[in-house]
């Protein structure tokens, strides 16, 4: 479940900023809360801003930074990570480094972890991990510090509390910190690798599986050919297809037609693994005609599915769905039906979450998000700065729980709204000659 998330000097946001999502004091709709760890947590949030405003670089953000810590090093050969010059604070001098935190609770333990990346603006140079710290949180929110990292000095915590978290002997840990500093490597991350391997695996790991099996983060919510794949052990001896009431229940709810629609397992050159492609079945003259789901259906129709996917781990076992544009294309009434099963503690036993950006204001309804739910991304037009901030942070009577808040935010009262006027481009190009190929 993720408590807070906190960056800076990452694309159009140079300041620390957090997107948290304990709960404010409102009172309505506390139905909707998740209580955990003494916690008030919202299961949703939806994050509303004008094109280029920064919207989706708080999922990229995101996504960069479980690259990070899933691979373990700064140097692996991953998309997020080949282009990590790219990602500073563009509009400033000076060479301050990207800084990600996360604090979560996996499983019944609440952690904190963060780190700080140096890389050359816009020139690949020398990478490097500057900080880095593990903190673990009891649920009186107490913090107890497991290591800390400045540049390439580990210092790993002798306290009492601490050494009982880790279930390391103090002499015996002096020992490993010595020869972890003298053997650490600035491209790695410490958490990954040396205190996995020697510290605790089990603490390490929960970090590293929250990120693996909790955190899902699409920063690119595109069409694509949907597949599955399995391990050779699970591949079936012949073909076959492959459903479930979830996935049957996603597409006969939203009513897309009387054509079937499951996964058909194909043979692959792969020895290890075999895969299993979307497929559509037409009953046509008593035959069932299989055609590849991408040529049949719709845009809408497969991004629902691709969400379908992992959707029943979501809600049985718990995580962190976050979605960059997840209603492109996808009708606002099945979106507002996705977001009341995660609005439901009855139905969200696990704490389910999910985050999304969209333009669609509809959702700006006191009836489906508390105030806190409500965010707004705005870019500042001098300095070029991104803040994000939610209709909470208002004063009680510029939002009242009884606003519209559709209305009131196209009236920009809440701002994260454009102003443009296209005329005056016309008006003053049209009057002027052009050359052909001269701008």
């Known amino acids: 479940m993720l408590i807070d998330y906190r960056f800076s000097n990452f694309r159009s946001f140079k300041e620390m900023t957090s997107l948290s999502m304990i709960a404010g004091r409102q009172t309505t709709l ?11 947590v919202v299961p949703s949030a939806v994050i509303y801003g004008a094109n280029a405003s920064g919207k989706s670089n708080i999922i990229m953000s995101l996504a960069v930074m479980k690259d990070i810590v899933l691979s373990g090093s700064l140097e692996s050969n991953i998309p997020n990570l080949k282009n990590l010059e790219l990602y500073p604070f563009a509009y400033q001098s000076s060479e301050k480094p990207m800084k990600f935190e996360i604090d979560f609770i996996y499983g019944e333990k609440r952690l904190e972890f963060g780190f700080e990346v140096q890389v050359s603006t816009f020139k690949k140079e020398t990478r490097s991990i500057v900080s880095e710290f593990l903190t673990y949180i009891d649920k009186s929110g107490q913090k107890t510090n497991i290591y800390t990292r400045e540049q390439n000095k580990i210092k790993i915590s002798k306290d009492k509390k601490a050494l009982s978290i880790i279930e390391f002997d103090e002499k015996l840990l002096k020992q490993f910190e010595k020869k ?24 390490a790991d929960m970090v590293l599986d929250f990120f693996k099996e909790e955190l899902v983060v699409v920063s690119d919510f595109t069409l694509k050919k949907t597949n599955l794949t399995f391990s050779l052990e699970d591949s079936p001896k012949k073909d076959f297809f492959a459903w479930n009431k979830i996935l049957d229940g996603f597409v006969k709810n939203a ?13 692959t050159e792969d020895k290890e693994s075999s895969s299993m492609e979307l497929v559509s079945i037409y009953k046509y003259h008593d035959e069932n005609i299989v055609i590849p789901a991408e040529l049949m259906e719709s845009r809408g129709t497969l991004k629902l599915v691709d969400f379908a996917i992992p959707f029943e781990k979501l809600f049985k076992s718990g995580g962190v769905f976050v ?17 009341a099963l995660f609005n439901d503690s009855e139905l969200n036993k ?16 006191n009836k489906i998000f508390r105030r806190d739910q409500i965010r707004f991304v705005e870019k500042d037009a001098d300095s070029y700065e991104s803040v994000i901030y939610s209709l909470a942070d208002f004063g009680a009577e510029e939002v009242r729980n009884d606003h519209n808040y559709l209305i009131n935010y196209f009236k920009g009262n809440y ?7 296209f005329s005056k481009l016309l008006k003053q190009n049209g009057s002027e000659e052009v050359e052909d190929g001269n701008l």
Request: proline residues 5%.
């Open 350 to 365: 696990a704490g389910a979450q999910l985050i999304f950006t969209t333009h669609n204001p509809i959702y700006l309804n």
């Open 180 to 203: 972890i500093n003298e053997n650490i490597d600035e491209t790695e991350l410490f958490l990954s690798r040396a205190f996995k391997s020697t510290i605790s695996n089990e603490l």
């Open 415 to 421: 701002g994260a709204l454009p102003f443009i006027d």
């Open 255 to 267: 009513d897309f037609g009387p054509q079937g629609i499951a996964f058909k397992s194909n043979k």
């Open 323 to 339: 979605l960059d544009e997840f209603d492109a294309a996808i009708h606002p009434e099945l979106i507002k039906g996705i977001l």
């Open 30 to 40: 506390n139905d909707n809360l998740i209580r955990e760890y003494d916690l008030r």
